[in-house]
């Protein structure tokens, strides 16, 4: 049975998680506008996209989408180098300063190109900054292998519950977390679309309290040497 020291270890991942989907859902609907039916964080639809645009001779789609999948790459394996050398909270510290940037670019002629660049970067640096919770890998910029997570953890528990079985029961949390992604990815999507379609000032200054609150909070774990 998980001790109190589980149950306390879950609920921190489970506020940081929604958190950080609130804000991927949120980002990604802003920039699923801003990049024209393009994915901010969800690197398969884009692939899926370019190999339409090839074999259609799309070209200059084809290359935006490249740029966008290579600057997730090489952003992502700079934001684990960042994490391997100065911890999580500096990634989070990113993440605020991408979010600052993109909104300053919005107010620019070259808003569009800009995006293209910053957008893809901003979810790489929060893909690569914290990427488990409570001892589970739980990726918050997307959510298709967490909702195959929540479901096998679910079957899981069912099938140690039946009388007779062997199996164990999964640890705690491994349902309520993947679950919790996906529920403030889709609600941080909502939040993302009604800002658009209520034509909200600084769409992408809104997320920087809870960012803040998050980096204290985890800046704070950091200092008593407790993963985050």
């Given at each position: 049975?998980?001790?109190?020291?589980?149950?306390?270890?879950?609920?921190?991942?489970?506020?940081?998680?929604?958190?950080?989907?609130?804000?991927?859902?949120?980002?990604?609907?802003?920039?699923?506008?801003?990049?024209?039916?393009?994915?901010?964080?969800?690197m398969?639809?884009?692939?899926t996209?370019?190999?339409?645009?090839?074999?259609?001779?799309?070209?200059?789609?084809?290359?935006?989408?490249?740029?966008?999948l290579?600057?997730?790459?090489?952003?992502?394996?700079?934001?684990?180098?960042?994490?391997?050398?100065?911890?999580?909270?500096?990634?989070?510290?990113?993440?605020?300063?991408?979010?600052?940037?993109?909104?300053?670019?919005?107010?620019?002629?070259?808003?569009?190109t800009?995006?293209?660049?910053?957008l893809?970067?901003?979810?790489?640096?929060?893909?690569?900054t914290?990427?488990?919770?409570?001892?589970?890998?739980?990726?918050?910029?997307?959510?298709?292998?967490?909702?195959?997570k929540?479901?096998?953890a679910?079957?899981?528990?069912?099938?140690?519950?039946?009388?007779g079985?062997?199996?164990?029961p999964?640890?705690?949390?491994?349902a309520?977390?993947?679950?919790?992604?996906?529920?403030?990815?889709?609600?941080?999507?909502?939040?993302?679309?009604?800002?658009m379609?209520?034509?909200?000032?600084?769409?992408?200054?809104?997320?920087?309290?809870?960012?803040?609150?998050l980096?204290?909070?985890?800046?704070?774990?950091?200092?008593?040497?407790?993963?985050?």
């Amino acid at each position: 049975m998980a001790g109190p020291s589980s149950s306390s270890s879950v609920r921190v991942s489970a506020r940081r998680i929604l958190v950080l989907d609130l804000l991927a859902g949120y980002v990604d609907a802003l920039g699923f506008v801003y990049l024209g039916g393009l994915f901010a964080s969800a690197m398969t639809g884009n692939t899926t996209h370019l190999a339409a645009a090839l074999v259609g001779g799309i070209w200059p789609h084809a290359f935006m989408l490249l740029g966008i999948l290579a600057t997730f790459f090489v952003v992502a394996m700079l934001a684990t180098l960042a994490r391997l050398r100065w911890q999580a909270a500096i990634g989070i510290a990113c993440v605020g300063v991408l979010l600052g940037a993109t909104q300053i670019a919005m107010l620019t002629p070259w808003h569009r190109t800009l995006a293209l660049v910053l957008l893809p970067a901003l979810m790489a640096v929060q893909g690569e900054t914290i990427a488990r919770f409570s001892g589970t890998a739980i990726q918050t910029i997307v959510i298709t292998s967490n909702l195959l997570k929540c479901a096998s953890a679910l079957a899981t528990s069912l099938a140690a519950r039946w009388p007779g079985s062997t199996v164990k029961p999964p640890a705690p949390g491994a349902a309520l977390l993947p679950g919790l992604s996906w529920l403030g990815f889709a609600a941080g999507a909502l939040c993302g679309t009604l800002a658009m379609a209520w034509h909200m000032p600084l769409p992408f200054i809104w997320p920087l309290p809870l960012l803040i609150l998050l980096y204290l909070d985890i800046a704070r774990a950091e200092a008593h040497n407790t993963p985050p």
